[in-house]
T-cell receptor, first 121, second 111 residues
């Protein structure tokens, strides 16, 4: 159980275009999803927290107008990289926890999608 | 921001040997978690240890936590070639629901 599906798994786009990445929780509901970015052979950097029905919370240094996050339902969050540039090329990974865990929510693992490799040419 | 540092950055061992990875973090935590990542894939949760626990086992995995030193270790016993992956520790900052990841250890298990 607790499967997170991320789509697409890879995408190549031209500079200046926008790319949308979807993150779906398949068998649970998530009021909160997390978006991470990972450079080759490096760790995951938290970009933002996606909140269902409200605005996303961005980490310091992450441009909210560049990385648009929408969490319109309890099973879907999207990350749109707007006006992409080559420096946006990276591996983007989403994650989530089931929200109906009660007090255990804060001591439960995250479930990750398989990531999206974005290449901007 | 990055909460934890891991060492070694890379580890190469022979199949059957044990692998030990260490993680240090900076602030108080509710729990510390270990994840595994195969190349180009998402992360898989391995084990979670709460701040009031000192040791936890799961199969061939053993995790210790020393909150006074703000450090944790992951031991993989009797390693297999299939254990080759990157391993990350992650902490949820006290009173926060966000997971912040350490720098990771790349483990290579030679057959």
């Amino acid at each position: 159980g607790a499967v997170v599906s991320q789509h697409p798994s890879w995408v190549i786009c031209k500079s200046g275009t926008s790319v949308k990445i979807e993150c779906r929780s398949l068998d649970f509901q998530a009021t909160t999803m997390f978006w991470y970015r990972q450079f080759p052979k490096q760790s995951l950097m938290l970009m933002a927290t996606s909140n269902e029905g409200s605005k996303a919370t961005y980490e310091q240094g992450v441009e909210k107008d560049k990385f648009l996050i929408n969490h319109a339902s309890l099973t879907l969050s999207t990350l749109t990289v707007t006006s992409a540039h080559p420096e946006d090329s990276s591996f983007y990974i989403c994650s989530a926890r089931p929200f109906n865990l009660g007090p255990s929510f804060y001591n439960s693992p995250l479930h990750f999608g398989n990531g999206t490799r974005l290449t901007v040419t | 921001s990055q909460q934890g540092e891991e060492d070694p950055q890379a580890l190469s061992i022979q199949e059957g040997e044990n692998a030990t990875m260490n993680c240090s973090y900076k602030t108080s935590i509710n729990n510390l978690q270990w994840y595994r990542q195969n190349s180009g894939r998402g992360l898989v949760h391995l084990i979670l240890i709460r701040s009031n626990e000192r040791e936890k086992h799961s199969g061939r995995l053993r995790v210790t936590l020393d909150t006074s030193k703000k450090s944790s270790s992951l031991l993989i016993t009797a390693s297999r070639a299939a254990d080759t992956a990157s391993y990350f520790c992650a902490t949820d900052l006290d009173s926060s629901y966000k997971l912040i990841f350490g720098s990771g250890t790349r483990l290579l298990v030679r057959p």
